[in-house]
Nanobody, 121 residues
Framework: QVQVVESGGGLVQPGGSLRLSCAASGSIFSANPMGWYRRAPGKQRELVARITRSGVTNYTDSVKGRFTISRDNAKNTVYLQMNSLKPEDTAVYYC???????????????WGQGTQVTVTS
């Protein structure tokens, strides 16, 4: 069964930290790089970070130096450590496989429920 389950979100003050976890089915986890997406109210969904099976990472500019993506291949799990959180980080965070296309990185169709991250001002 194809499944992605995110957890670890919550309410935090600016400057605080959260660690998100994503448990994915082996068929998704093994075949593709994994990424964390987020969708803030009134904004487009964006790819926050991605990681290949070998551990090569990439981040969107707004989170560089603050967020760290990692993975445990044996556990089919990907993590997002978020430090120095800002109010603008408030969003629902989703984990998904990312697929390289001619136009860029796109998610698979196998979305989880997401996990809410709220950073107070």
């Amino acid at each position: 069964q194809v499944q992605v389950v995110e957890s670890g979100g919550g309410l935090v003050q600016p400057g605080g930290s959260l660690r998100l976890s994503c448990a994915a089915s082996g068929s998704i986890f093994s075949a593709n790089p994994m990424g964390w997406y987020r969708r803030a109210p009134g904004k487009q969904r964006e790819l926050v970070a991605r990681i290949t099976r070998s551990g090569v990472t990439n981040y969107t500019d707004s989170v560089k130096g603050r967020f760290t993506i990692s993975r445990d291949n044996a556990k089919n799990t990907v993590y997002l450590q978020m430090n120095s959180l800002k109010p603008e980080d408030t969003a629902v965070y989703y984990c998904n496989a990312v697929v390289r296309t001619f136009t860029g990185w796109v998610p698979s169709d196998y979305w989880g429920q997401g996990t809410q991250v709220t950073v107070t001002s």
